[in-house]
């Protein structure tokens, strides 16, 4: 007996076919479950043998739901199909339109209709309207599709002609349509802004994960809706998509659902041309433990793989990279034949009863209703784990030659006639030649088949989506003065910082009867960092299991407490997470008609730099609540060096339009300033943020002067005049935050010069700049009027002497209101990286201690000859004050 090649290969053969067959035999018998155990068992068995086995988080390149698995499709494909193809010809419409009108306004065709089916398919069955009985759902929708939910809302009546016509020209007579989903702009319209890549990702999953706080707050029932965020593949590479996904799967978030676009496609080419999305972003989410749904292969596969009982196809289409499918995707059946099934002489056998037309037609998953709505049934019915969609669509789907599929399709915004026409054809549109070339949008009869289905489902689900309410009852806030009256008073002299003040003003706010339950304290692993930590035992920390264990400082009185039902959401060491539970928190007036009331504390340096364009959606989608800066101020924050300390979140804050920033030196500031926010944003509902720097430099702090709060809230009031007799000269003294100490401790030291100094405390120089340059403005517009003046000039008016500016910020913070100053005026400010040191070397550092505050004082009367020169510079000597020092702002 030989035992020759051929031999082993036999029994090889027999052996595996051996071994499925028992497998098909459990499959058969024993059901799913026990063949996953079956082979769980396995794998264990040959690893206890040091078996060395591949990881692999990957499945075949093909569906993941079988034929089997698929629920029947419940609506008329006839007629969704000829919606999609309305919806498709007036988004493409609205676009070659506007470019027509105005050259070069752009916009985005090749996104929208590769998703059209991803949307409609939604619309059609599962995303659920405002109106639904059992609540709502959210959709964040890919922000360069916008034209087809513009398109859609226009066939629901939603949007007239003219506002199709003024798309991306909002500021055309009658209005317009905004580029992209920004609710700043369409305010009933939009609920969330998506159009930077890969915010939208992560705001929907701390979305969920707060709607699921706010069940278990007892503040709203939201079991059975669903947060769907669809996104670009090539927005997958945004560090933003992905880093939260594993809060997700943590969090058991199955009312989550991201549907990823594969298109394959970004804007500049292939995602991965070398590679596969799909199977990439597989093994991501597998491994970060979602449950994945691939779409890729349309019905028409079907027949194909269950007819190739090797699985020589399934290896086929999986040998193939991204590049090479995008170049078969818009191929003849000529080339798929030869190229894709040519490479092994089984497969051409295997589809040598279809033509090549027919071989065109083999569609893909996300262009393929029925794959769509099975996968998202299955996504809906997904318990414990949230679902991502992986669909394979094209590109430019249905735009020609030389849209579809093609590198620069993102950027196409033109048709020419031949493909205007051929769309038509294509999708069936019933405009005549003449016609269709001049672009018309098209809307059929409202009572139309298919006008009365769209809506009639649409009815059924609820109501129409996006759309954006604002129905939260306003809060009274009764209670709100019992709650800050303790903080008017002052201190009698006890040392606190401001941090201090304000997290014992969260404390009384956590216990208000009206909406103590409705603070949401959020934190980014710093609560010990501020002093907060008595707050976890005192309202718990959010955790969706309790406490699984017995926690080890439980034998203290504040230990680590999570609860069910725990107020604070502390998120680790997570700014952009945090960030998106402060927008979910900040808008859920709009999205669930609750006013929730956001803190979201932090290290001040890591908030507007590091997640400022969060910060910016959070302003857009018009979120309310408190950002509260901490350990600010670029000398403050004592020995931590050029990348904590904050001098400059103030000059970004100033950038968002609707964030009112604040950096107040005393407890009766932060008090009534977050009085007012409260009224501002729960009372009158309007829609502002505000941003409070905390510092945790301790000071006693003094009772609040009368009639202080309206220049409290401008930004700018005396908080002390000079009581010297007879000065020589006089001056003024603006001090902020943590430098007002400094500015006050100046003042004192000027007296021996004989100088009068007023201190004048500057709650923020944002809010006095935004004053002064509203009234630029208008006295601009208005030449022949009597010049306004704005709330600096009206303060400031009269005063006597110099005008000297300091504050832990940079000097153009100061310098944005310097042109309201009538009197002689310099700016000191903590401009340059800086140093770990001693509060006290930075502040000599930057020339903002209470020595350099009175020496430039004292240089600027002098050079206004207000005192003699020799004054100034024996002080300047007195004071240890270096004129050849080395300049901070480039040390
Ligand atoms: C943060 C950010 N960077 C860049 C862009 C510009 N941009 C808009 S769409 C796009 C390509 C999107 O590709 P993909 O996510 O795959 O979406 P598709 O259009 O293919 O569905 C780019 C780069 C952006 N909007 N946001
Ligand atoms: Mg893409």
């Given at each position: 007996?030989?035992?020759?090649?051929?031999?082993?290969?036999?029994?090889?053969?027999?052996?595996?076919?051996?071994?499925?067959?028992?497998?098909?035999?459990?499959?058969?018998?024993?059901?799913?479950?026990?063949?996953?155990?079956?082979?769980?068992?396995?794998?264990?068995?040959?690893?206890?043998?040091?078996?060395?086995?591949?990881?692999?988080?990957?499945?075949?390149?093909?569906?993941?739901?079988?034929?089997?698995?698929?629920?029947?499709?419940?609506?008329?494909?006839?007629?969704?199909?000829?919606?999609?193809?309305?919806?498709?010809?007036?988004?493409?419409?609205?676009?070659?339109?506007?470019?027509?009108?105005?050259?070069?306004?752009?916009?985005?065709?090749?996104?929208?209709?590769?998703?059209?089916?991803?949307?409609?398919?939604?619309?059609?069955?599962?995303?659920?309207?405002?109106?639904?009985?059992?609540?709502?759902?959210?959709?964040?929708?890919?922000?360069?599709?916008?034209?087809?939910?513009?398109?859609?809302?226009?066939?629901?009546?939603?949007?007239?002609?003219?506002?199709?016509?003024?798309?991306?020209?909002?500021?055309?007579?009658?209005?317009?349509?905004?580029?992209?989903?920004?609710?700043?702009?369409?305010?009933?319209?939009?609920?969330?802004?998506?159009?930077?890549?890969?915010?939208?990702?992560?705001?929907?999953?701390?979305?969920?994960?707060?709607?699921?706080?706010?069940?278990?707050?007892?503040?709203?029932?939201?079991?059975?809706?669903?947060?769907?965020?669809?996104?670009?593949?090539?927005?997958?590479?945004?560090?933003?998509?992905?880093?939260?996904?594993?809060?997700?799967?943590?969090?058991?978030?199955?009312?989550?659902?991201?549907?990823?676009?594969?298109?394959?496609?970004?804007?500049?080419?292939?995602?991965?041309?070398?590679?596969?999305?799909?199977?990439?972003?597989?093994?991501?989410?597998?491994?970060?433990?979602?449950?994945?749904?691939?779409?890729?292969?349309?019905?028409?596969?079907?027949?194909?793989?269950?007819?190739?009982?090797?699985?020589?196809?399934?290896?086929?289409?999986?040998?193939?990279?991204?590049?090479?499918?995008?170049?078969?995707?818009?191929?003849?059946?000529?080339?798929?034949?030869?190229?894709?099934?040519?490479?092994?002489?089984?497969?051409?056998?295997?589809?040598?009863?279809?033509?090549?037309?027919?071989?065109?037609?083999?569609?893909?998953?996300?262009?393929?209703?029925?794959?769509?709505?099975?996968?998202?049934?299955?996504?809906?019915?997904?318990?414990?784990?949230?679902?991502?969609?992986?669909?394979?669509?094209?590109?430019?789907?249905?735009?020609?030659?030389?849209?579809?599929?093609?590198?620069?399709?993102?950027?196409?915004?033109?048709?020419?006639?031949?493909?205007?026409?051929?769309?038509?054809?294509?999708?069936?549109?019933?405009?005549?030649?003449?016609?269709?070339?001049?672009?018309?949008?098209?809307?059929?009869?409202?009572?139309?088949?298919?006008?009365?289905?769209?809506?009639?489902?649409?009815?059924?689900?609820?109501?129409?989506?996006?759309?954006?309410?604002?129905?939260?009852?306003?809060?009274?806030?009764?209670?709100?003065?019992?709650?800050?009256?303790?903080?008017?008073?002052?201190?009698?002299?006890?040392?606190?910082s401001t941090t201090?003040?304000?997290?014992?003003?969260?404390?009384?706010?956590?216990?208000?009867?009206?909406?103590?339950?409705?603070?949401?304290?959020?934190v980014p692993d710093e609560a010990r960092t501020f002093g907060?930590?008595?707050?976890?035992?005192?309202?718990?920390?959010?955790?969706?299991?309790?406490?699984?264990?017995?926690?080890?400082?439980?034998?203290?009185?504040?230990?680590?407490?999570?609860?069910?039902?725990?107020?604070?959401?502390?998120?680790?060491i997570n700014e952009?997470?945090s960030?998106?539970?402060?927008?979910?928190?900040?808008?859920?007036?709009?999205?669930?008609?609750?006013?929730?009331?956001?803190?979201?504390i932090y290290y001040s340096m890591f908030g507007f730099q590091r997640v400022g364009?969060?910060?910016?959606?959070?302003?857009?989608?018009?979120?309310?609540?408190?950002l509260l800066g901490g350990t600010a101020g670029r000398t403050t924050l004592n020995g931590e060096g050029l990348q904590h300390q904050d001098g400059h979140s103030h000059l970004i804050?100033?950038?968002?339009?609707?964030?009112?920033?604040?950096d107040?030196?005393?407890?009766?500031?932060?008090?009534?300033?977050?009085?007012?926010?409260?009224?501002?944003?729960?009372?009158?509902?309007?829609?502002?943020?505000?941003?409070?720097t905390l510092m945790n430099g301790?000071?006693?702090?003094?009772?609040?002067?009368?009639?202080?709060?309206?220049?409290?809230?401008?930004?700018?009031?005396?908080?002390?005049?000079?009581?010297?007799?007879?000065?020589?000269?006089?001056?003024?003294?603006?001090?902020?935050g943590a430098?007002?100490?400094?500015?006050?401790?100046?003042?004192?030291?000027?007296?021996?010069?004989?100088?009068?100094?007023?201190?004048?405390?500057?709650?923020?120089?944002?809010?006095?700049?935004?004053?002064?340059?509203?009234?630029?403005?208008?006295?601009?517009?208005?030449?022949?009027?009597?010049?306004?003046?704005?709330?600096?000039?009206?303060?400031?008016?009269?005063?006597?002497?110099?005008?000297?500016?300091?504050?832990d910020y940079v000097?153009?913070?100061?310098?944005?209101?310097?042109?309201?100053?009538?009197?002689?005026?310099?700016?000191?400010?903590t401009d340059g990286f800086g140093r770990s040191d001693s509060r006290?070397a930075l502040r000599?550092h930057f020339?903002v201690?209470?020595?350099?505050?009175?020496?430039?004082?004292?240089?600027?009367?002098?050079?206004?000859?207000?005192?003699?020169?020799?004054?100034?510079?024996?002080?300047?000597?007195?004071?240890?004050?270096?004129?050849?020092?080395?300049?901070p702002?480039?040390a």
């Amino acid at each position: 007996m030989t035992n020759g090649p051929q031999d082993v290969q036999d029994v090889t053969a027999i052996e595996t076919q051996e071994w499925l067959d028992s497998l098909e035999w459990v499959i058969q018998n024993g059901g799913p479950a026990r063949v996953a155990q079956l082979l769980r068992d396995l794998e264990t068995h040959a690893r206890r043998k040091g078996v060395p086995l591949d990881f692999t988080p990957n499945t075949p390149y093909i569906n993941t739901l079988t034929p089997e698995q698929f629920t029947p499709f419940p609506g008329s494909r006839e007629i969704e199909r000829r919606i999609k193809s309305l919806v498709r010809w007036n988004a493409m419409a609205m676009v070659v339109r506007a470019n027509k009108n105005s050259d070069g306004i752009g916009g985005h065709i090749s996104t929208y209709a590769s998703s059209a089916t991803l949307y409609e398919v939604g619309f059609n069955h599962f995303f659920r309207g405002p109106d639904h009985p059992e609540g709502g759902d959210l959709v964040f929708f890919q922000g360069h599709a916008s034209p087809g939910m513009y398109a859609r809302a226009f066939l629901e009546g939603r949007l007239e002609p003219a506002h199709l016509e003024n798309f991306r020209r909002e500021l055309a007579e009658g209005g317009g349509l905004s580029s992209y989903p920004h609710p700043w702009l369409m305010p009933t319209f939009w609920q969330v802004p998506t159009v930077s890549m890969g915010l939208g990702p992560i705001m929907a999953i701390y979305q969920a994960r707060f709607w699921r706080y706010l069940e278990a707050r007892g503040l709203k029932t939201t079991t059975h809706n669903k947060v769907w965020a669809f996104l670009g593949d090539g927005e997958t590479d945004e560090p933003e998509t992905l880093g939260a996904i594993t809060l997700a799967s943590r969090e058991k978030l199955d009312n989550l659902i991201f549907v990823i676009n594969c298109n394959l496609q970004r804007l500049d080419g292939p995602v991965r041309g070398n590679g596969s999305i799909i199977q990439e972003l597989e093994g991501v989410f597998r491994g970060a433990g979602w449950n994945v749904i691939k779409v890729i292969w349309g019905t028409e596969w079907d027949d194909l793989l269950a007819r190739d009982k090797t699985g020589l196809l399934a290896r086929r289409m999986g040998e193939i990279v991204d590049g090479e499918y995008q170049r078969l995707s818009v191929s003849d059946g000529a080339y798929m034949r030869q190229h894709f099934f040519g490479k092994y002489p089984e497969l051409l056998d295997l589809v040598k009863h279809l033509s090549d037309d027919q071989l065109k037609k083999l569609r893909l998953g996300g262009h393929d209703p029925e794959k769509v709505y099975a996968a998202y049934k299955a996504a809906t019915e997904s318990k414990g784990q949230p679902t991502v969609v992986l669909a394979r669509t094209i590109k430019g789907y249905g735009l020609g030659e030389t849209g579809e599929g093609r590198n620069p399709t993102h950027q196409q915004k033109k048709l020419n006639e031949a493909e205007v026409l051929s769309f038509r054809t294509r999708f069936n549109i019933p405009l005549s030649d003449d016609d269709v070339v001049k672009m018309p949008f098209y809307k059929p009869a409202d009572d139309s088949v298919e006008m009365t289905y769209m809506k009639q489902r649409r009815e059924q689900l609820g109501g129409y989506l996006p759309q954006r309410r604002t129905e939260a009852p306003a809060l009274t806030l009764s209670g709100v003065d019992d709650v800050f009256a303790e903080f008017l008073q002052g201190s009698d002299g006890r040392e606190l910082s401001t941090t201090m003040a304000f997290v014992r003003m969260l404390t009384k706010m956590l216990r208000d009867k009206e909406f103590g339950k409705l603070v949401v304290p959020i934190v980014p692993d710093e609560a010990r960092t501020f002093g907060m930590e008595a707050l976890f035992r005192q309202v718990g920390i959010y955790s969706a299991v309790g406490q699984l264990y017995e926690p080890i400082d439980s034998d203290q009185l504040l230990y680590y407490k999570e609860a069910k039902d725990g107020q604070i959401l502390e998120e680790g060491i997570n700014e952009a997470g945090s960030m998106s539970s402060f927008i979910a928190a900040g808008t859920a007036y709009a999205t669930h008609a609750i006013n929730t009331i956001p803190f979201y504390i932090y290290y001040s340096m890591f908030g507007f730099q590091r997640v400022g364009d969060l910060i910016w959606a959070a302003g857009d989608m018009r979120a309310r609540g408190f950002l509260l800066g901490g350990t600010a101020g670029r000398t403050t924050l004592n020995g931590e060096g050029l990348q904590h300390q904050d001098g400059h979140s103030h000059l970004i804050a100033s950038s968002v339009p609707n964030c009112i920033a604040y950096d107040p030196a005393f407890a009766y500031e932060i008090a009534v300033i977050i009085k007012e926010g409260l009224r501002r944003m729960y009372r009158d509902q309007e829609s502002v943020f505000y941003y409070l720097t905390l510092m945790n430099g301790n000071y006693p702090m003094p009772p609040m002067p009368e009639g202080v709060e309206e220049g409290i809230l401008k930004g700018l009031y005396r908080f002390q005049t000079s009581a010297l007799k007879k000065p020589k000269a006089r001056a003024q003294l603006l001090g902020s935050g943590a430098i007002l100490p400094e500015v006050l401790k100046a003042a004192a030291l000027l007296e021996k010069y004989g100088v009068a100094a007023d201190v004048w405390s500057v709650t923020s120089y944002v809010e006095l700049q935004r004053d002064c340059l509203a009234v630029d403005r208008w006295n601009l517009l208005h030449p022949g009027e009597t010049p306004r003046t704005s709330w600096v000039a009206r303060s400031l008016e009269g005063a006597p002497g110099v005008v000297v500016a300091a504050s832990d910020y940079v000097k153009l913070l100061p310098r944005g209101i310097d042109h309201h100053i009538a009197q002689p005026f310099t700016a000191l400010g903590t401009d340059g990286f800086g140093r770990s040191d001693s509060r006290e070397a930075l502040r000599d550092h930057f020339e903002v201690d209470a020595r350099h505050v009175a020496a430039a004082a004292l240089s600027v009367l002098a050079r206004e000859k207000q005192i003699d020169l020799k004054v100034a510079t024996a002080a300047f000597t007195d004071l240890g004050i270096d004129p050849e020092k080395v300049n901070p702002a480039t040390a």
